[in-house]
């Protein structure tokens, strides 16, 4: 968003927020002060550090979601980067995504990643809520403050739980609906009902399906057993759901199944009260 402090709105709206994190960046730095990675002849000693690999990331991301548009915010948290967009932003942010998405696979597909550079896995959390813009004399800046913000990024906290690159709120969902739809490029399937860290009220879960995942069409094609075995899940059959859930995991190769599976033993070992819905409280951010 531009800096011109008029283009701030001055009262909340409501925003589309999308948090995007680069995964296992902990392990990616260790690997870089081992000396991992080994150097090329287009690599000088100077610019082969976690330095200026995170700083190529963050400016890829950058270029590909926010760059050049005018109601754009945008803040880098770390190894993360937040944007807030206007509501009508819906198809724009599907296409950007849509296009990091593809680089970034194009990137691991080419020749010399776990050699002489790092594999990249980016993880998104998408939702919609009110934000405002509040500035602060510390910094002199204007900063991005709503329940939503938080959302999101929780979101992203746990899409590798899921083994989803891409998790939205139903809110999300709901609101590019239209979008979703028509474009055969894009899916999404429902993950779970969940109550987020800190958050007292409960969120469903989708993932954002994209065309240019290896795993689009199995994940499509798991969609009518996932939602089998959730129903038995919801309907406290344990056993039944457990089972059905770790045949999602070996037919497919989908990381959810096992997960929901192994949650399946913990909530047969808890017995559930009897106005249980099937939400799931999360501990992790």
């Known amino acids: 968003m531009s800096q ?4 701030f709105p001055k009262e909340k709206s409501n925003r589309i927020v999308l948090f995007a994190d680069l995964r296992d960046s902990t392990d990616i730095l260790m690997n870089f002060e081992q ?5 090329t ?5 100077s610019g082969f550090t976690y330095e200026n690999f995170l700083l190529d990331v963050h400016e890829t991301s950058y ?3 926010y760059l050049g548009h005018e109601n754009t915010y945008v803040e880098i948290y770390g190894d993360g980067v937040m944007g807030v967009f206007p509501e009508d932003n819906t198809k724009y942010i599907l296409e950007n995504i849509y296009r990091l998405t593809r680089r970034m696979r194009n990137y691991n597909d080419s020749p010399g990643v776990d050699v002489s550079k790092p594999r990249i896995d980016i993880g998104c959390g998408i939702t919609v809520g009110e934000v405002s813009f509040v500035y602060y004399n510390l910094d002199e800046r204007h900063h ?3 329940r939503c913000i938080h959302e999101a990024a929780r979101i992203e906290g746990v899409s590798k739980l899921y083994d989803a690159r891409i998790l939205v709120s139903d809110r999300f969902v709901n609101f590019a609906e239209g979008f ?3 474009d055969p490029r894009f899916s999404h ?3 779970d009902r969940v109550l987020l860290k800190g958050f007292r009220e409960p969120l469903t879960l989708f993932e954002l399906l994209l065309d240019n995942d290896p795993r689009f069409e199995i994940k499509k094609k798991s969609i009518p057993l996932y939602s089998e075995a959730y129903s038995k899940y919801c309907e406290k059959e344990w056993e039944a759901a457990k089972e059905t859930f770790y045949q999602i995991y070996h037919e497919y190769g989908l990381g959810l199944g096992a997960v929901m599976a192994k949650r399946c033993d913990l909530l047969a070992s808890r017995s559930p009260t009897l106005d249980w819905n099937g939400t799931w409280e999360l501990e992790d951010k």
């Open 41 to 45: 002849e287009r690599q000088s000693d």
């Open 63 to 65: 270029k590909e979601l």
């Open 180 to 182: 979703l739809s028509s």
């Open 4 to 7: 011109n402090e008029n283009s």
């Open 144 to 146: 991005a403050v709503g």
């Open 189 to 191: 399937r429902f993950i």
């Open 35 to 39: 000396g991992m990675y080994q150097k």
